[in-house]
C-alpha cells in the first residue's frame, strides 16, 4: 500500500482551531490541490470527525471513515476500525494500492509511520489556539519538491520517506 499524507496548517503548523473545523482558513488555491491530488489517488482515509467536519462524502474518490460507531451509509463510503495495519490490510484485500490519509489529528499520528510521502501546505496566517501534530513523528522524512499555490504565498511542500 502506498500511502500519502495530505495536510494543511498555518505557520506554526496549526491544522484546526476547534474540534470541526471546516478549515474555512484554508485558501481556493490548496483545495484545489487537495481535491486534484486525492482523486488522483482515487481513495482517502479520514477519521469521523473529519467526515463530520466535511459533512459530506468527497466525490469521485471512496471515502475511507475510521469509527467504532455505526454511522449513516452513503454512496462512496466505506466504515473501518481497528489499527493502521488492519485497515492497510482491509483496503489491500479490495485490491486498493494507494490512498491518502487526510486527518484528523488523531489518525495522522496513528497513520504516520506507515505513509510514504508528506503532502504539507503552509496557508501563510497565524491561527489562534490551534491544534498540532507531534513534530517528532516528521522526522526521517527528506524534502523533494515545493510549489507556491497563488501569489498570497500558500506553499506546498512534497516529503518523501528518506
Ligand atoms: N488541517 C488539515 O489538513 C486537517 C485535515 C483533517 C482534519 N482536520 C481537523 O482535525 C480535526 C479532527 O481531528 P481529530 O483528531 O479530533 O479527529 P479525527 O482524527 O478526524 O477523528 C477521530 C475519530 O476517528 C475515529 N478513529 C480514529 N482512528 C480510528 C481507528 N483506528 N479505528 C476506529 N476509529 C478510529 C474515532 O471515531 P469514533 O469516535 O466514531 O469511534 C475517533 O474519535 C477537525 O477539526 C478537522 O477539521 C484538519
Known amino acids: ?30 483545495k484545489q490541490h487537495f481535491k486534484e491530488l486525492t482523486t488522483k489517488i482515487g481513495t482517502v482515509i479520514m477519521g469521523r470527525k473529519t467526515f463530520e467536519s466535511i459533512g459530506k462524502p468527497l466525490s469521485n474518490r471512496l471515502n475511507v471513515v475510521l469509527t467504532n460507531k455505526n454511522l449513516e451509509n452513503f454512496e462512496n463510503v466505506i466504515y473501518l476500525k481497528g489499527t493502521p495495519e488492519h485497515v492497510i490490510n482491509k483496503l489491500e484485500e479490495m485490491n486498493i494500492r494507494e490512498a491518502a490519509v487526510i ?30 501534530l507531534n513534530p517528532s513523528l516528521f522526522m526521517n522524512f527528506k524534502l523533494v519538491t515545493t510549489n507556491i499555490l497563488n501569489e498570497y504565498g500558500t506553499i506546498v511542500l512534497e516529503y518523501k520517506k528518506a
Open 103 to 132: 486527518g484528523g489529528k488523531e489518525v495522522f499520528e496513528s497513520f504516520l509511520p506507515f505513509v510514504e510521502k508528506i503532502f504539507i501546505t503552509i496557508e501563510p496566517i497565524i491561527l489562534k489556539n490551534s491544534i498540532k
Open 1 to 30: 500500500m502506498h500511502l500519502s499524507l495530505i495536510i494543511v496548517t498555518d505557520i506554526f503548523g496549526g491544522l484546526a482551531i476547534e474540534e470541526f473545523d471546516p478549515i474555512d482558513w484554508g485558501s481556493k488555491e490548496d
